[in-house]
């Protein structure tokens, strides 16, 4: 399918190599936030999420950082896969009962 | 598969036309949220429905405008579209009014 962000910023990784993706938020009031998957041709697919009551939060291969100081959250992907390739959004929820609002997205790239 | 699903999957049509997106929700999902998606842009929130209520409202044009119906399914309608209305639409659908949020594979909107 067509992709989407053509001109996203982008991350090239080394299979078996960890990955950092970055995403800086807007609102320091924001209390609830997720990381989406994209692959080409697809819908958004759930990650993983941390509520910012918490600093870190591990699931299957991958970790979320949170540090609200700097208003900046992470995506670490471990032994990077080439199904892991795809473009990868942030999503903060400014507010109990607002929306979420998505940052603009990474592509990751995973080269053999 | 995340249990949304969205039709068309492709939608051409022509400028001035008036067309109609629909979106069946999880299985006891509440929420239906509806997202632009345009091919250098990260989502764009568009409109929320709370079991059969609008919620929240977020960048939609007048020209737009969405419902939700008693079996919960939604359908959005875009009238006098015009060529910048080319995009990937996406229905997403949540248990809450904040819960993670399971996407539909998207209708593709191309205005001629």
């Known amino acids: 399918g067509e992709s989407v962000g053509l001109h996203l910023p982008t991350l090239s990784v080394q299979e078996g190599d960890n990955s950092i993706i970055n995403c800086a938020y807007s609102n320091s009031a924001s209390d609830y936030f997720i990381w989406y998957k994209q692959e080409s041709g697809k819908g958004p697919q759930f990650i993983i999420d941390i509520r910012s009551n918490m600093d870190k939060r591990q699931g299957q291969r991958v970790t979320v950082l949170l540090n609200k100081t700097v208003k900046h959250l992470s995506l670490q992907i471990a032994a990077t896969q080439p199904g892991d390739s795809a473009v990868y959004f942030c999503a903060e929820n400014p507010r109990y009962g607002q929306n979420f609002v998505f940052g603009p997205g990474t592509r990751l790239s995973v080269l053999p | 598969d995340s249990g949304v699903t969205q039709t068309p999957k492709h939608l051409i049509t022509a400028t001035g036309q008036r067309v109609t997106l629909r979106c069946s929700p999880r299985?006891?999902?509440?929420?239906v949220y509806w997202y632009q998606q345009s091919l250098d842009q990260g989502l764009q929130f568009l409109i929320q429905y709370y079991n059969g209520e609008e919620r929240a409202k977020g960048n939609i044009l007048e020209r737009f405008s969405a419902q939700q119906f008693p079996d919960l399914h939604s359908e959005l309608n875009l009238s006098s579209l015009e060529l910048g209305d080319s995009a990937l639409y996406f229905c997403a659908s949540s248990g809450g009014r904040v819960d993670e949020q399971f996407f539909g594979p998207g209708t593709r909107l191309t205005v001629l």
């Open positions: 299985s006891g999902d509440l929420s």
